[in-house]
């Protein structure tokens, strides 16, 4: 893959991190193992019902919720959103989630 094939917009940083999603099928603890300013890749405990393009709403820490949307849905475990927010609310989430570890 050249690099002109990455899509990617923004720059992934490992993390591993609990937080509480809320889904419509309901709330539990997941762990985000990678977070960008787009997004974030999340792992769930449990089996999750989640289809691409349903809203999702993160809680973390020094943060009422976080939004956003499916758009990647792997096993029942594993997904990825895209945050719906704006770019100084997302660089604000990642800076603060990434120097807490």
């Given at each position: 893959?050249?690099?002109?094939?990455?899509?990617?917009?923004?720059?992934?940083?490992?993390?591993?991190?609990?937080?509480?999603?809320t889904?419509?099928?309901?709330?539990?603890?997941?762990?985000?193992?990678?977070?960008?300013?787009?997004?974030?890749?999340?792992?769930?405990?449990?089996?999750l019902?989640?289809?691409?393009?349903?809203?999702?709403?993160?809680?973390?820490?020094?943060?009422?919720?976080v939004?956003?949307?499916v758009?990647?849905?792997?096993?029942?475990?594993?997904?990825?959103?895209?945050f719906?927010?704006?770019?100084?609310?997302?660089?604000?989430?990642?800076?603060?989630?990434?120097?807490?570890?």
């Amino acid at each position: 893959m050249s690099e002109g094939d990455n899509r990617r917009q923004y720059e992934r940083i490992p993390i591993t991190r609990s937080v509480e999603v809320t889904t419509p099928g309901g709330t539990q603890y997941v762990e985000i193992i990678d977070i960008s300013m787009g997004g974030a890749a999340i792992v769930s405990r449990g089996s999750l019902e989640i289809g691409l393009g349903e809203p999702v709403e993160l809680r973390v820490e020094n943060f009422e919720k976080v939004p956003g949307r499916v758009v990647r849905a792997g096993s029942k475990s594993d997904f990825a959103i895209a945050f719906d927010l704006d770019e100084t609310e997302a660089r604000q989430i990642v800076d603060d989630l990434i120097n807490e570890n």
